[in-house]
T-cell receptor
Framework: DGGITQSPKYLFRKEGQNVTLSCEQN?????MYWYRQDPGQGLRLIYY???????QKGDIAEGYSVSREKKESFPLTVTSAQKNPTAFYLC???????????FGPGTRLTVL | DQQVKQNSPSLSVQEGRISILNCDYT??????FLWYKKYPAEGPTFLIS?????DKNEDGRFTVFLNKSAKHLSLHIVPSQPGDSAVYFC???????????????FGQGTILTVHP
C-alpha cells in the first residue's frame, strides 16, 4: 500500500525542548512539504523540498528545521526558538513540484 | 495578506440537497485550484482540481466552477450525503511562475454539515 506515514500521532514535549516529527512516503514522489494547521485557520507552509538534498523555506519557517537526505523521508524539527509550537502538523508529497499534494495523517504536537 | 479566502466558516445542508462552497482569491498569478476534504485529526484528502483554462470540472457528485474575471471558485456537491460532513479547503497554485510557483496557498476552510 502506497502512502505517507507520520509518526507519532500525538506528541507531548516540555517547553524548551527540540522535537523531531517523522514523515515517510513510499509513493516515489520527488516533492515533499510540511504544513501547520491551527484552529480555525488554513494550512500554512513551513518548509518544502522539490528534490532530495534540497529544501526551501515556506511562509512560516522560523523556529523549524528540516533535512532531505533520502527521497522517502522529510523529518521536521521543531526547535525551542518556535514561539507557539503547539499545533497539528501535516506532511505532504507530490509527484512533481507542481501538482496535487497528498497528505499524511498528521501529528498533533502539544508543548507543556 | 490572505490570498485565498473562504468567507463562510460553516454551512449546513439537508441530505439530498446541493451544497455550495465558495472561495475567492486575489493573486492573478494563480492558475490551478484544488479542493480538499478534511476530517478532524486526519490529513486532507484531495477531491477535485481545475486549471484556469477551464471554467468547470466534474467528478461524480462534485463539480468545481471557476470564474476567472471574478477570481472566484465554487465547489458543488449534489446530492449531499451525511458522509460529506467535513471541513473543505480550497487551495491555489501558480504553475506558470512567480513567487507562488508550485506552492499551495490554502483558504481557512468551511465546515460542512449535512443533516439526515
Amino acid at each position: 500500500d502506497g502512502g505517507i506515514t507520520q509518526s507519532p500521532k500525538y506528541l507531548f514535549r516540555k517547553e524548551g525542548q527540540n522535537v523531531t516529527l517523522s514523515c515517510e512516503q513510499n509513493l516515489n514522489h520527488d516533492a515533499m512539504y510540511w504544513y501547520r494547521q491551527d484552529p480555525g485557520q488554513g494550512l500554512r507552509l513551513i518548509y518544502y523540498s522539490q528534490i532530495v538534498n534540497d529544501f526551501q523555506k515556506g511562509d512560516i519557517a522560523e523556529g523549524y528545521s528540516v533535512s532531505r537526505e533520502k527521497k522517502e523521508s522529510f523529518p521536521l524539527t521543531v526547535t525551542s526558538a518556535q514561539k507557539n509550537p503547539t499545533a497539528f502538523y501535516l506532511c505532504a508529497s507530490s509527484i512533481a513540484y507542481v501538482g496535487e499534494q497528498f497528505f499524511g495523517p498528521g501529528t498533533r504536537l502539544t508543548v507543556l | 495578506d490572505q490570498q485565498v479566502k473562504q468567507n463562510s466558516p460553516s454551512l449546513s445542508v439537508q441530505e439530498g440537497r446541493i451544497s455550495i462552497l465558495n472561495c475567492d482569491y486575489t493573486n492573478s498569478m494563480f492558475d490551478y485550484f484544488l479542493w480538499y476534504k478534511k476530517y478532524p485529526a486526519e490529513g486532507p484528502t484531495f477531491l477535485i482540481s481545475i486549471s484556469s483554462i477551464k471554467d468547470k470540472n466534474e467528478d461524480g457528485r462534485f463539480t468545481v466552477f471557476l470564474n476567472k474575471s471574478a477570481k472566484h471558485l465554487s465547489l458543488h456537491i449534489v446530492p449531499s450525503q451525511p458522509g460529506d460532513s467535513a471541513v473543505y479547503f480550497c487551495a491555489a497554485s501558480a504553475r506558470a511562475g512567480g513567487t507562488s510557483y508550485g506552492k499551495l496557498t490554502f483558504g481557512q476552510g468551511t465546515i460542512l454539515t449535512v443533516h439526515p
